[in-house]
């Protein structure tokens, strides 16, 4: 996490008790346009307003997409960009240098740090956390308080769809891939692959989801099927891809 250049608030927020009504908050680079290297697959929201609560703290420099809401408490650091039609609950913490894609939902107090990267449709559930930092220590060897320039920050990275279930933890590093699921309070310290769902401390294979989230059920050898959708999936080593 970066620490804040400053202790005051930043000045580019609401001050009415109404949110705002598609005005871009002053300050703020809202061009309404999706987030440059996400899939944006789906409806456009181009257009529609951005909501942001007067409790809500996003700071000068930020990016906020056409159609987001940002709800209580939640804080959005500078340099960190926001896709369009994203949701951000309460208290929920966006570090800077992080990148979210188009509709993405951001559950209460779920903590990204910075450099996450996460694609469109992703879900973060409720009090969740992508962590940054291998090596955790507040002083450094000499004792002296270390700063943002005596560690590397190592983001994780959320591929398209996938859901990130409430109070789970990933380590810094991983990846989890498209349309996987991570259960809740699962602690994620390996990449999860393509529809892949994964539970427990630390977090292993379980099986595998569809796109609709439901289990999938196997439909021969190396084939699975949504019992919702009727989707089939062939497996290989890498994990399922869509047939």
């Known amino acids: 996490m970066r620490p804040p250049e400053t202790d005051q608030p930043t000045t ?20 309404g346009q999706p987030t440059t290297g996400q899939p944006t697959t789906g409806q456009p929201t181009t257009g529609q307003p951005i909501r942001i609560h007067p409790s809500a703290e996003v700071e000068p420099g930020a990016h906020v997409g056409a159609g987001t ?4 408490l939640a804080h959005v650091r500078a340099g960190a960009r926001i896709g369009a039609g994203c949701n951000l609950g309460r208290g929920v913490y966006i570090d800077a240098d992080v990148v979210v894609g188009d509709r993405v939902k951001i559950q209460n107090y779920a903590l990204v740090y910075e450099p996450a990267r996460v694609a469109a449709g992703v879900f973060i559930g409720p009090a969740a956390v992508l962590t940054n930092d291998l090596y955790p220590r507040a002083v450094n060897v000499d004792g002296s308080a270390k700063s943002h320039q005596d560690w590397d920050a190592v983001g994780v990275t959320l591929q398209e769809g996938c859901s990130i279930g409430a109070r789970s933890v990933l380590v810094p590093g991983v990846t989890v891939g498209p349309w996987a699921m991570v259960a809740a309070g699962a602690v994620v310290v390996r990449d999860v692959r393509p529809y892949e769902l994964v539970a427990g401390v630390p977090a292993r294979h379980l099986g595998w989801v569809g796109r609709s989230g439901r289990r999938l059920e196997p439909d021969g050898p190396a084939r699975w099927r949504c019992p919702a959708t009727g989707e089939r999936y062939a497996e290989g080593a890498g994990g399922l891809s869509l047939l």
């Open 12 to 31: 580019g927020q609401p001050t009415t008790g109404q949110p705002t009504t598609g005005q871009p908050t002053t300050g703020q680079p809202t061009t």
């Open 69 to 72: 809401s940002i709800w209580h």
